[in-house]
């Protein structure tokens, strides 16, 4: 029975993804409101969660306009990281991506030492990878694989078709380490709670369990780490924001696990500083305060 659920649903997104990947941008972009409408009544639970870290963390009595433009933007986004395949490198940069802070990459990635780019599920973050390879920097990916090993592989080759390489963030941390010894730039999602080598420190003003993957090859390398973020803008534009790179030096004097505490909760204040300025765009819906009673 599990399987034939999942062969349902790969079909269905499968058929999904072929429609909105035909018809007219502005169509399939138009489709986003309905659709986001759809999945925003039925996912109960869902809404359960982010109506839960709305009202605790943004202090909104009544999130229930916040959610559902979450839901909204979450649709328009998919159609861009899906859409972003019917474009070249140039053309994503001349008609979809305003990109900001590009000195501060530059500066962090002629030292050659690798640069591990912070970010988080604000936004379109599929199209945080493109954009960064469009730039003309050898581009990495830390991803989770899928639950289905034929969504896994649509989507490696996606980000491939685009110059993005993932690795496996269970399996091909040697892989991660030699992107970054030979200069490349390796982005790493670090705003959920997951299975992977995690402490407990703030986000956004509450304890939340937080991967130090990206602090520790950084400190292992000797990378820089240069936060980033996307957002899309009212004008339909999306805006990829490069911030300054944190300073690790600030930390020498700490031993190595305090040192990855210290970088870690300034990662974590990054971004949630950046959520802030776009609640909107940002994952609500995930459990990210789980096992803590807020």
């Known amino acids: 029975m599990k399987k034939l659920k999942n062969l349902f649903i790969y079909i269905l997104v499968v058929v999904i993804k072929f429609v909105l990947s035909v018809i007219p941008f502005r169509m399939a972009l138009s489709l986003s409101f309905p659709l986001s409408r759809i999945a925003y009544i039925l996912a109960k639970r869902e809404r359960r ?32 990281a899906l859409r972003q395949t019917k474009l070249g490198h140039e053309e994503i940069l001349s008609q979809w991506v305003e990109v900001k802070g590009n000195d501060t990459m530059q500066e962090a990635y002629k030292r050659g030492k690798g640069v ?24 990495h990916v830390v991803a989770r694989s899928l639950y289905d090993p034929r969504f896994n592989d649509m989507l490696i080759k996606h980000r491939l078709k685009m110059n993005v390489h993932s690795h496996d963030r269970d399996e091909d941390v040697r892989g991660m380490l030699t992107a ?68 690790k030096t600030r930390y020498d004097n700490l031993d190595k696990k305090d040192k990855v505490r210290a970088l870690t909760e300034e990662c974590n204040r990054v971004i949630g500083e950046q959520i802030k300025k776009h609640p909107e765009q940002w994952v609500w819906f995930h459990d990210r305060w789980s096992g803590f009673n807020l």
């Open 49 to 80: 969660i982010a109506s839960e870290n709305i009202k605790r963390v943004l202090g909104l009595e009544k999130p229930s306009k916040l959610i559902k433009d979450v839901f909204y933007y979450a649709g328009l986004n998919f159609i861009y």
């Open 180 to 247: 970054l010894r030979q200069g490349g730039l390796l982005g790493i999602l670090m705003d959920q709670n997951t299975r992977v080598d995690s402490i407990v420190c703030d986000f956004m003003g509450y304890p939340a369990r937080t991967p130090t993957g990206a602090v520790t090859l950084a400190l292992k390398t000797s990378a820089a780490i240069v936060p980033l973020f996307m957002h899309l803008d009212k004008n339909g534009k999306q805006v990829l924001e490069i911030l300054p790179e944190i300073d």
């Open 116 to 139: 591990v780019c912070v970010t988080g599920h604000t936004g379109c973050w599929e199209l945080v990878a493109t954009s960064i390879a469009a730039l003309g920097y050898p581009t």
